[in-house]
């Protein structure tokens, strides 16, 4: 005889986030790699006839946003979502599911903290 495991009434719910986190990641991952400023044409004099991101236009504005905010920063913001995408969907690590709210404001001060390092390293 077979055991059932016994799961929580909101399991089905942090299996979509984790799934939806891990998909931004990968979203994020993969316009960040292919990023061309020349998408973008107010960004750049002679604009590409063709994007260049593999998320064509949606993920040229969404790498040019992360990349604003960010700096060069950004590329460790895919990792952060899988992170906290394998804790939804897996429940390993528990405690990123369990204390999520102040998982993410470290995470966006862990963030802010290395943009403004890289700013000082660059010598601004």
């Known amino acids: 005889m077979s055991r ?6 909101g399991n089905g719910i942090a299996d979509v986030i ?13 316009s960040q ?4 400023s ?5 960004l750049g004099d002679p604009h590409n006839k063709s994007t260049h991101n593999w998320i064509m236009l949606p993920g040229a504005y969404l790498a040019w946003g992360s990349f604003l905010l960010l700096g060069i920063s950004a590329y460790l913001l895919p990792f952060v979502f899988a992170a ?7 429940n390993f690590p528990g405690y990123l ?4 709210r102040w998982l993410v404001l470290w995470s966006v001060i862990l963030l ?9 390293a660059d010598n601004g």
Do not use: E, K, M, N
């Not at 059932?4 to 009434?9: Q, V």
């Not at 599911?97 to 999520?100: L, P």
């Open 18 to 30: 984790g799934v939806a986190l891990l998909a931004v990641a990968l979203l994020l991952l993969v």
């Open 97 to 100: 599911r369990q204390r999520s």
């Open 33 to 36: 790699c292919s990023f061309d």
């Open 38 to 42: 020349h998408d973008i044409s107010w």
């Open 112 to 120: 802010v903290s290395i943009t403004g390092l890289l700013y000082l």
């Open 84 to 90: 906290f995408g394998t804790a939804y969907l897996l």
């Open 4 to 9: 059932r495991t016994a799961s929580g009434p």
